[in-house]
Nanobody, 117 residues
Framework: VQLQASGGGVVQPGGSLRLSCAAS????????MGWYRQDPGKERELVAY???????DYSDSVKGRFGISRDNAKNTLFLQMNSLKPEDTAVYYC????????????WGQGTQVTVSS
């Protein structure tokens, strides 16, 4: 499975961005997908995840501002980010876990999000 993230950029505080993550390869094995982010010098943190059945959860820091969704027919994961804050600045990574082996996780290359005035 290969994951290609896109949609990052520079935005002012209060602005919005929509990230996309396109999956290719053996996509039939994909189960839960998620978005993580990492700032230099900090650990990678889970932002949101969505199961194949549509169960969703968010980190407290983004709850009410971000929305995760997936288009299973197009093998694409999305993250709608609204009311962005400077502390949301990070490299965002998409991930996909195998539905047959939860310990097997695939990663995209990351896309930079910078929130700055």
């Amino acid at each position: 499975v290969q994951l290609q993230a896109s949609g990052g950029g520079v935005v002012q505080p209060g602005g919005s961005l929509r990230l996309s993550c396109a999956a290719s390869g053996n996509t039939f094995i994909i189960g839960t997908m998620g978005w993580y982010r990492q700032d230099p010098g900090k650990e990678r943190e889970l932002v949101a995840y969505i199961s194949t059945e549509g169960s969703i959860d968010y980190s407290d820091s983004v709850k009410g501002r971000f929305g995760i969704s997936r288009d299973n027919a197009k093998n694409t994961l999305f993250l709608q980010m609204n009311s962005l804050k400077p502390e949301d600045t990070a490299v965002y990574y998409c991930s996909a876990r195998s539905r047959y082996n939860m310990r097997l996780e695939y990663w995209g290359q990351g896309t930079q999000v910078t929130v700055s005035s």
